[in-house]
């Protein structure tokens, strides 16, 4: 597996999980067309464009060439790098039928062609330093979710930190895992909280 620092966007469910068993990345779901009414989804995703770049691996056929194109002129900052899979007809075995176009998204290709793609693209893996370890856990315990004030502390660490303020509790958990380890958090929460005392 590799380490991808941009955040990739995909169409459903079914794509992050195969690409989850590909990489080690943030992977973002556009719901298909749901991106269109999505606020929240898409300063999730000019966020990323600024901060890390963005990857958009929408499917082949013509529903993800506009799903491609929104997320094209809706982020007007940061960085884009489009990557193509190949037209390869069929169909994934979880469906009953084929796609309207008879092509097999995201999903259904094989794990060394969307590398192959990702090469031709230009993307490179990185080394992360530390693993991932800011939990759901980790966010109830410094009082970030699941409890009384917890919307209002994540609000202020968002802004504290430059993210969009339209973040879920697993938006935020996923960011947060890109920028600092649960010690860092920590740290930063005690100072948050100091700052807002002294008010």
């Not at 690409?19 to 606020?39: E, M, Y």
């Not at 075995?93 to 090469?119: D, H």
């Not at 699941?146 to 504290?160: E, F, I, P, T, Y």
Request: no cysteine; glycine share 10%; charged share 30%.
């Amino acid at each position: 597996m590799i380490r991808i620092e941009e955040a990739i966007i995909v169409e459903g469910k079914y794509d992050k999980i195969k690409l989850a068993s590909i990489v080690d990345a943030v992977i973002i779901i556009t719901n298909g067309f749901g991106i269109f009414k999505d606020d929240e989804k898409l300063e999730l995703i000019r966020y990323y464009a600024k901060k890390t770049g963005i990857i958009i691996l929408t499917d082949s056929d013509s529903a993800g060439r506009k799903i491609r194109g929104y997320i094209r002129s809706a982020v007007k900052e940061g960085r884009i790098v489009n990557v193509w899979v190949p037209d390869i007809f069929g169909k994934e075995r979880r469906k009953v039928k084929a796609s309207a176009e008879g092509k097999l998204g995201v999903e259904g290709i094989k794990p060394e062609i969307i590398m192959e793609a990702f090469r031709k693209a230009g993307i490179t893996s990185s080394q992360r330093t530390s693993k991932p370890d800011i939990t759901k856990l980790t966010l109830y315990e410094l009082g970030l979710s699941g409890g009384d004030g917890s919307r209002q502390l994540r609000q202020a660490l968002q802004k504290h930190l430059g993210l969009p303020s339209l973040m879920s509790a697993q938006s935020l958990l996923e960011v947060l895992n890109t920028m600092m380890t649960a010690e860092e958090l920590s740290s930063l929460m005690e100072t948050i909280r100091g700052q807002s005392d002294g008010v």
